[in-house]
C-alpha cells in the first residue's frame, strides 16, 4: 500500500491513519512485526522524527505494542482492532456529514445521494 500524504493536513496525522489503514486491509496482520521506524520513515519519505512520533500514538491507543528488544508489533487483540477501525469510520463519516451541512445539505438529501452512489457503485 503506497502512503499517500497530502501537504493540506499535518503529516503526523495523516501517518496514523495510513498506518490504522494498513492494518484493518491486513497489509499488517494482526501479531505481525514493523519495519524499524527508519525503514518506515524512508518507505514513507519522511522525517524518522515523525514516524516515532505517529507510532508513539498508535502505541498509546493501543493498536502497537513495544518489544525492547524486539522492536514493535501490531495488537494481537482483534476487538483492540475493530474498536479502532470503527471510530476511525465514524470519524470520517462525522467530517463528511459536517461538510455536506456546510454545503447546505439536509439529513435527507444527503442519504438519498448516499443511497444513490451505492446502488451506482454494484
Known sequence: ???DLKSDRPIYTQ???QIKLMVFSGTYPPGS???SVRDMAQEAAVNPNTMQRALA?????GLIITHRTSGRS???DASMIELAKTKLARDQIFEFLEKMRLMGFEQK???TI???MAKELK
Open 33 to 35: 512485526k514493523l519495519p
Open 74 to 76: 501490531i495488537t494481537e
Open 114 to 116: 448516499i443511497t444513490t
Open 109 to 111: 438529501e444527503i442519504l
Open 57 to 61: 500514538k498508535l502505541e498509546e491507543d
Open 15 to 17: 501517518l496514523v491513519e
Open 1 to 3: 500500500m503506497p502512503w
